[in-house]
């Protein structure tokens, strides 16, 4: 799946079945996906797309060896170059007790609660098994359902933390964009703070760097 708040328009682009999809059909929906990313990256070159840990893009330079897929060579060219992997922001400024996964950094330094009981990305597969086989049109609804309720809070995991954040008392911060890309793909849902003009950047490994610009986001959208 993939999903993204078009930060310009307010328009939300999906990306995304809830069916079993061949390699054929995951490298088709990747390609719509990173087509849509690719352009909003040659119109905006200063964007930056925030996600947290590499799986994306690991998964992406798969797909491209794979399918020799021109469009999504392009793509991975201009994201090596425009995202941020905020896990590795995290991970050099703090040390957790009880590890720096994104469901600990949210419900520790937020104080975020997920809707579902048993919120993960584990889970998530199997609630999207059932989505597309479930035996009976109201279980597989209700799975559709349970998977975008849970992405959607992760999402808004996101959005009251930084919202929290301030500058000189910061304990706890990240994004989750992913979807992972929360623009982009596996999770739907974003919102515009993964989309922004940069400044020039002072340091960009620097977590508080990251704060301000993101906050600075979210009061251009408010």
Excluded: C
Aim: hydrophobic share 40%; aromatic share 12%; glycine share 8%.
């Amino acid at each position: 799946m993939a999903g993204s708040d078009d930060w310009q328009s307010g328009r939300y682009a999906w990306f995304g079945e809830f069916r079993d999809l061949d390699a054929e059909g995951e490298i088709r929906l990747a390609i719509q996906a990173m087509s849509w990313l690719t352009l909003m990256l040659a119109e905006h070159p200063h964007t930056r797309v925030y996600h947290y840990s590499d799986y994306e893009m690991v998964h992406l330079t798969k797909l491209v060896q794979v399918s020799k897929s021109p469009e999504l060579r392009q793509a991975l060219d201009l994201l090596r170059s425009a995202h941020v992997d905020l896990f590795t922001v995290i991970r050099k400024h703090f040390f957790g007790a009880h590890g720096l996964g994104l469901k600990t950094v949210a419900h520790a330094g937020a104080g975020f609660s997920w809707r579902d009981d048993s919120p993960g990305g584990l889970n998530s597969q199997s609630w999207f098994a059932e989505a597309a086989h479930g035996p009976d049109p109201r279980t597989r609804d209700d799975a559709r359902q349970r998977v975008l309720d849970y992405n959607e809070d992760d999402v808004r995991a996101t959005y009251q933390k930084l919202t929290g954040v301030e500058l000189g008392d910061l304990h706890w911060f990240y994004v989750y964009a992913g979807v992972m890309w929360a623009i982009v793909f596996m999770r739907t849902g974003a919102r515009r703070v993964h989309f922004g003009e940069m400044e020039k950047p002072e340091d960009p490994e620097s977590l508080f760097y990251h704060a301000g610009l993101l906050k600075k986001l979210i009061g251009e959208q408010n």
